[in-house]
C-alpha cells in the first residue's frame, strides 16, 4: 500500500514528543508525503505543519502513527477503526507491548514503511452495549478490554453474568475484566487472567479480586456474547473502555460484549516477535538459546545448495 498523506497523534506529555513530530513532518514532507498533526492550537507549532482536530484530520489521512505509550495507541486504534486506517505505534517510552517502533528504530522502520516493507495484523476488538430498563443508552468499542469496576469504597459488587444467555455465575468481586487476546497481557494480567497470543481471537473473562477462589478467568470464543446484570445497589459502579473512557452504572443495568465488525489494523515489523516481546516487557529471565533457529538456518543452506543457488 501507497501511502501518501500521514496523521500524528501525540502525547505531548512524553520527552521527546515535539521533537519526535518535527523529524516526522520533515522526513514525510522530504518524501512528498502530506502530513497532518492532531491538535487544537494549544500547542507550540512547527511553521512547517498545522494543528487539525481528530474529527477533520481522519478524513484526509490513509495512515495513522501514534506517538506516546499503549494508551496513545489504544486512542488511536478507537478512533481509526471505524474508518478502516492503519496504524503504526512509535513508542516514546514505558511499557509498550503495542507501540513496538522505539526512537532508535524510528529511521530503520520509517525507510521500511516507504518501501512497503511491512506487515499488517488485524486485530479483534469488542463491541460493548449498556443497557438500562431495556432501552440501549451507550455503545462503546475497545481494543484490549471493557472493564466493570467498582467505585472508591472497599465493598465487592454482585455481576450476574451470562454467556450465550446461559447464566454462568455471578461474581462477588471488585469488578470483572472482559478483554481481547490483545488485551491479555493489561489489566485482565494484572487481575490473574491468562496470557493469549493476539493472533487467536478469544474473549477473556478475568474477575477482579474475586471472593471466592473458585470464581476462576474463563477464555471463551470470539462468537460468544457476555451479558453481565449489575445487581448491585447503591454502590457507584463505572464501565471503563481501555482504561480511558467511562460511564457511570445503575443497579439492574445490563451491559453485553460481543466481538466488534470493526478490527484495529496494525503495522509490524518482521523482527517484531510477540515472545520477545513477552520476554522483555515481563523482565523473564533465563538463558536465551536458539536451537530451532540454527536447525531452521542449517536447512535453508542445505537447500540452497541442493538448487545450486
Known amino acids: 500500500m501507497i501511502f501518501t498523506s500521514i496523521g500524528l497523534l501525540v502525547n505531548y506529555q512524553k520527552e521527546k514528543a515535539k521533537e519526535t513530530v518535527d523529524y516526522l513532518v520533515d522526513w514525510f514532507s522530504s518524501k512528498k508525503i502530506k502530513v497532518y498533526v492532531e491538535g487544537s492550537g494549544d500547542k507550540p507549532l512547527n511553521k ?13 489521512v490513509d495512515l495513522l502513527l501514534s506517538l506516546g505509550g499503549d494508551g496513545t495507541l489504544l486512542r488511536t486504534a478507537r478512533l ?3 474508518k478502516d486506517i492503519p496504524i503504526l505505534g512509535i513508542n516514546l517510552g ?8 522505539r526512537l532508535e528504530e524510528l529511521e530503520k522502520s520509517l525507510n521500511r514503511l516507504y518501501q512497503g516493507k511491512y506487515g499488517l495484523q488485524e486485530r479483534m476488538m469488542l463491541e460493548c452495549l449498556v443497557k438500562r430498563r431495556g432501552k440501549k443508552i451507550k ?3 475497545a481494543l ?4 466493570i469496576g467498582k467505585g472508591a469504597y472497599a465493598r465487592i459488587i454482585s455481576l450476574a453474568t451470562y454467556i450465550n444467555n446461559d447464566y454462568v455465575i455471578t461474581y462477588s468481586a471488585d469488578g470483572l475484566v472482559i478483554s481481547t487476546s490483545t488485551g491479555s497481557t493489561a489489566y485482565s494480567l494484572s487481575a490473574g487472567g491468562p496470557i493469549v497470543h493476539p493472533a487467536i481471537d478469544s474473549i477473556i473473562l478475568t474477575p477482579i479480586c474475586p471472593h471466592t477462589l473458585s470464581a476462576r478467568p474463563l477464555i471463551i ?3 460468544d456474547e457476555v451479558k453481565v446484570l449489575l445487581e448491585t445497589e447503591e454502590e457507584e459502579v463505572m464501565v471503563t473502555i481501555d482504561g480511558q473512557e467511562g460511564f457511570i452504572l445503575e443497579a ?5 460484549v460481543k466481538k466488534s465488525p470493526h478490527q484495529a489494523r496494525l503495522i509490524t515489523f518482521k523482527e517484531s516477535n510477540f515472545y520477545a516481546i513477552l520476554r522483555e516487557k515481563l523482565r ?3 538463558q536465551v538459546n536458539f536451537p530451532f533457529q540454527e536447525e531452521k538456518s542449517r536447512i535453508k543452506m542445505s537447500a540452497k545448495k541442493k538448487s545450486g543457488k
Do not use: C, H, M
Request: hydrophobic share 40%; no cysteine.
Open 80 to 82: 481509526a477503526t471505524l
Open 48 to 60: 512547517k505543519y498545522l494543528l487539525y482536530p481528530a474529527e477533520k484530520l481522519l478524513p484526509r
Open 284 to 286: 523473564w529471565s533465563g
Open 221 to 223: 470464543s470470539e462468537n
Open 252 to 256: 439492574k443495568d445490563e451491559i453485553s
Open 94 to 101: 514505558g511499557l509498550g507491548f503495542l507501540t513496538q517502533v
Open 144 to 147: 484490549n478490554d471493557v472493564v
Open 139 to 141: 455503545e462503546l468499542i
